[in-house]
């Protein structure tokens, strides 16, 4: 059997794009804080899009902007928690992008009052998967 190439979702079709973001080191001084990026990149490693997180604020804004430049037919895109919303899984939806919406133990909801409206269309086949389980070192 012949492995799915890097960049895709093994035998989906679907081409994997992650998105995150990252605290530049050294990039905080006596009168600014640091400066955080925003980044879609494809399993390959490369930087689909990028954007400054504006100050005094926090990724959560800055997802729909970043991926409207980003042709997302025929995606799978993964995040971090803080990205599992309702409005940035019906925006991924209305563009044609599955997604891996991440939701934690931790969780203000409980997992049968969590909305799944957004997933609506769904594709065959379709199933979750078991809770995350906790790293060592991390709660």
């Known amino acids: 059997m012949v492995p799915a190439p890097r960049g895709s979702a093994a035998g989906s079709g679907l081409r994997a794009i992650a998105v995150d973001g990252k605290a530049l080191r050294g990039s905080r001084t006596h009168v600014?804080?640091?400066?955080?990026?925003?980044a879609a990149m494809d399993h390959t490693g490369r930087v689909l899009a990028q954007c400054q997180v504006a100050d005094k604020s926090h990724e959560i804004p800055?997802?729909?902007?970043?991926?409207?430049?980003?042709?997302?037919?025929?995606?799978?895109?993964?995040?971090?928690a803080l990205h599992t919303q309702h409005a940035h899984g019906a925006y991924l939806r209305e563009r044609g992008a599955h997604y891996i919406a991440q939701v934690k133990a931790n969780h203000p909801l409980h997992r049968g009052e969590l909305r799944l409206d957004a997933l609506e269309g769904r594709p065959e086949g379709w199933a979750s998967v078991a809770p995350e389980?906790?790293?060592p070192g991390r709660r």
Do not use: Q, W
């Open 32 to 38: 600014t804080g640091h400066v955080t990026l925003l």
């Open 62 to 80: 800055a997802f729909r902007p970043l991926l409207d430049s980003v042709d997302l037919t025929d995606t799978v895109i993964t995040a971090d």
């Open 133 to 135: 389980r906790a790293s």
